[in-house]
């Protein structure tokens, strides 16, 4: 039976926002959000965010989680449309995001484009609506591992 890619997505959202809500590395199981991803997943943040970067493999996105679940104290999924197949989904999401450090909370939309392989994300590549409101949310600069996310 193939599991199309909006599905694979949508375990691994719940599993982000959990990881995430748990407060991250030390105080979260990873595992459960490891199994959503291809052992060779790459993620391609753009620059303008604080976790800015080209993440790859597992290990890679658990550091992204480590920064990400340290900015944020929740993500709450407040609307999100899809448009895909079995092995690629475009997911329109309207997210509100509280930042651990400021306590702001931003709502914004993020645009990603997501290939599955094996019921696994493989590779993500995420366009934020407002960069700059990310950051100011978070109050910090960008960070990360700067590269160029068309790689």
């Known amino acids: 039976m ?10 691994f959202y719940a599993a982000e926002a959990a990881y995430v809500a748990a407060g991250g590395p030390g105080k979260a199981s990873y595992d459960q959000v ?13 620059p303008g965010l604080p976790f800015t970067g080209t993440w790859r493999g597992r ?3 658990e550091r992204f989680l480590a920064v990400f679940s340290g900015l944020w104290e929740s993500m709450e999924f407040l ?6 197949d079995d092995d690629t ?6 997210v509100r ?7 702001r909370e931003i709502d914004t939309l993020i645009l990603q484009v997501v290939t599955v392989r094996d019921g696994r994300m493989l590779e993500c590549r995420p366009v934020y609506w407002d960069p700059a409101a990310v950051s100011e949310a978070c109050d ?10 068309l790689r």
Do not use: C, I, K, N
């Open 2 to 11: 193939t599991t199309s890619a909006w599905t694979v997505m949508r375990r």
């Open 34 to 46: 490891a199994e959503h991803l291809d052992p060779e997943v790459v993620l391609y943040q753009a």
């Open 59 to 61: 290990d890679g996105m």
């Open 79 to 84: 609307e999100q449309d899809h448009w895909g």
């Open 89 to 94: 989904v475009v997911v329109r999401s309207r």
């Open 97 to 103: 995001f509280r930042a651990r450090a400021t306590g």
């Open 140 to 149: 910090t600069a960008p960070t990360g591992q700067v590269t160029s996310p």
